[in-house]
């Protein structure tokens, strides 16, 4: 789990200045295209969030981040916060109901994923509790929006339809021992905030356990279940209080020598309103080849047992629109069991001090479909690949 930079809190009078100075500003933009040689009608690659637009050139994200960071091993109370607003065609499906989700219905839209007080309180136990309040990114999963925190420019059917994304609310980060932690939190629901906002009556919570620095350093895991409602009132009326969305996911990572680690995910997602299921497992592997080069692998199975689950959304506005139970565009397939293995490299020279980050990344993806069905290219084929590319430039 991965908690945002937080700040130390002034342990007595005439330091702000000093609590000032480490306020952090840093910048990233990043922009790609996913081709598709099957050019499909309507233009969108069945199943991918990021480089949904086939053969077409998108700025995926420009971010601005103003953060000041903590000391999660202090002794004493810590207080610190981030800020970070997103522009780009990724905020269409990382938007949040009632804060960003009106502001325009364009290709290219403006959302807030992070805006958050963080405090570090020396309780309990040797190392404390964290907590941070506020706009949060889910902590679920392996991949993250952050393009510099994960692998891929695409994502997995795993992290777009079995994870949430972004959460109103409270996490918290309880330090038992050396190595591990326990997690839990509250939140009005995955992308809704409050009112209008949100899409039912009922709140949403996590719970958990995470461990790091084992087999000699070698082995990390995280375990992360959530319950709530998730489904909106307007599809199932005023049921979608009550009936509960279970998920469940447990990632591990293995350092087997300094420049080879393995990863593995295990997801599983039951929803009592739409009575419906997933399962799945995601495998990485990252091989360092040179200091600038590192070799990618991603491998998944994913099974989507009443088709309602893995969706593409075709209008710019439709995953929102979708999220808050409104009519909207979107093209489904029958019930799937979905393969898809991706291959990719990135390259990540050093460019200066002036440049904190410069990586290109190409990926291969092939996705098909375990069962018979057609699910791809608009519900033409069984099989579908794409040649996906990225670069992230970070300052």
């Given at each position: ?13 005439g330091?702000?200045?000093d ?13 790609g295209i ?10 969108v690659?069945?199943?991918?969030f990021?480089g ?11 971010t601005l981040t103003?953060?000041k960071?903590i000391?999660t ?6 207080i610190g916060?981030?800020l970070?607003?997103?522009?780009g ?8 109901a ?13 959302i807030i ?8 309180l020396?309780w ?8 941070q ?6 902590p ?8 510099s ?5 695409t ?6 339809y ?5 959460h ?7 330090h ?7 997690l ?13 906002g949100d899409?039912n ?6 719970f958990?356990?995470?461990g ?16 709530g409602?998730e ?15 279970f ?5 591990a990572?293995?350092?087997i ?16 309103g ?20 590192t070799?990618?692998?991603?491998g ?17 506005n439709?995953y ?14 029958p ?9 990719g490299v990135?390259?990540?020279p ?9 990586e290109?990344?190409?990926?291969i993806?092939?996705?098909?479909s ?12 069984a099989g579908?690949?794409t ?9």
């Open positions: 789990m991965v908690f945002a930079a937080m700040a130390p809190l002034p342990a007595a009078a330091t702000t200045h609590w000032l100075d480490d306020i952090t500003i840093a910048g990233q933009i990043e922009g996913n081709a598709n040689p099957a050019r499909p009608d309507n233009g690659n069945f199943g991918q990021f949904d637009k086939a053969n077409q050139a998108q700025l995926d994200q420009l103003v953060s960071a000391d091993a202090s002794q004493d109370y810590e916060f981030m970070r607003g997103l522009y065609s990724d905020g269409r499906y990382f938007n949040i009632g804060i960003t989700d009106r502001m325009t219905t364009d290709r290219y839209q403006f994923p992070q805006a958050h007080v963080d405090v570090h020396p309990l136990t040797k190392h404390g509790l964290d907590m309040a506020g706009i949060l990114t889910s679920m999963g392996v991949e993250a929006l952050d393009p925190l994960r692998p891929f420019y994502l997995s059917y795993t992290t777009e079995s994870t949430p994304f972004e109103v609310g409270a996490m918290f980060q309880w038992l021992t050396d190595h591990f932690d326990a839990f939190g509250i939140d009005t629901g995955n992308q809704v905030s409050f009112g209008n899409n009556n009922a709140a949403a919570g996590y958990g356990v995470s790091s620095g084992l087999a000699h350093g070698k082995l990390s895991f995280v375990y992360l279940g959530r319950i409602p489904d909106a009132v307007r599809s199932l009326g005023q049921r979608a209080n009550t009936a509960q969305r998920w469940n996911d447990l990632n990572t293995y350092k020598t300094d420049k080879l680690s393995v990863t593995g995910e295990l997801n599983i997602l039951h929803d009592e739409l009575r419906a299921n997933t399962y799945s497992f995601v495998s990485y592997l990252s091989y360092q080849l040179t200091p600038t080069l070799l990618n692998y991603r998944e199975i994913y099974r989507d047992n009443t088709g309602l689950l893995v969706t593409s959304f075709i209008a710019n439709a929102m629109q979708a999220t808050l139970g409104k009519p909207t565009v979107t093209q489904s397939a019930p799937t069991t979905y393969g898809a293995l991706t291959l990135s390259w990540h050093l460019l200066g001090h002036a440049v904190k980050l410069f290109i990344r190409p990926e993806r092939f996705d098909r375990l069962n018979g069905t057609h699910p791809f290219n608009d519900l033409r084929n579908q690949f040649f996906g590319a990225d670069a992230v430039l970070g300052f």
